[in-house]
């Protein structure tokens, strides 16, 4: 997902996440990245906002702008699956794919949970990355914690 992790570094490079906090931690999720004005990041008062982006198993460039579902490709297979704890993804409006923008989340769940291809998140959401040490810190996570 070259596009949704190049945003995830311009705004770490920016600070734009410097000091901000913890807005949802519930067992399922741990989410940040909302600003204190609207729901994502801003240039000169307007939302940057980016497409949804899913690399699928064979496929030699991403999916973009639309759910594997909307493209009809139930079976197909994220090169990133839903199947870990501490996968993290990009947050978006539920109904609006292209709405991702400076909100992301980590999932804490475990793979017996979320098998990928079985899950509702595989191929709705853009996922870029994992959580590969120190994982009980995102146990330990709360809201409001920075």
């Known amino acids: 997902a070259p596009v949704t ?4 570094v311009d705004l770490i490079n920016q600070g734009f996440y410097d000091n901000m906090e913890i807005q949802r931690s519930d067992g399922f999720v741990v989410q940040s990245g909302k600003p204190k004005k609207g729901d994502g ?5 307007k939302e940057r906002t980016l ?4 690399m699928v198993q064979g496929d030699k460039v991403p999916e973009y702008e639309f759910t594997l579902e909307d493209l ?4 197909a297979q994220p090169v990133l699956p839903f199947n870990a704890f ?7 409006r539920e109904s609006e794919p ?11 769940r475990e793979a017996e949970l979320t098998p990928s291809g ?5 191929g709705r959401y853009s996922t870029f990355g994992y959580v590969i040490e120190n994982q009980e810190l995102l146990r330990d996570l709360k809201v409001d914690d920075m």
């Open 72 to 75: 009809g490709r139930y079976r």
């Open 5 to 8: 992790s190049g945003n995830f």
């Open 51 to 54: 497409p949804l982006e899913i």
């Open 98 to 108: 292209n709405s991702a923008s400076s909100q992301f989340f980590f999932l804490l």
């Open 41 to 45: 990041f801003q240039i000169d008062g």
């Open 86 to 92: 501490g996968t993290l993804s990009m947050a978006r």
């Open 118 to 122: 079985t899950n509702i998140l595989d």
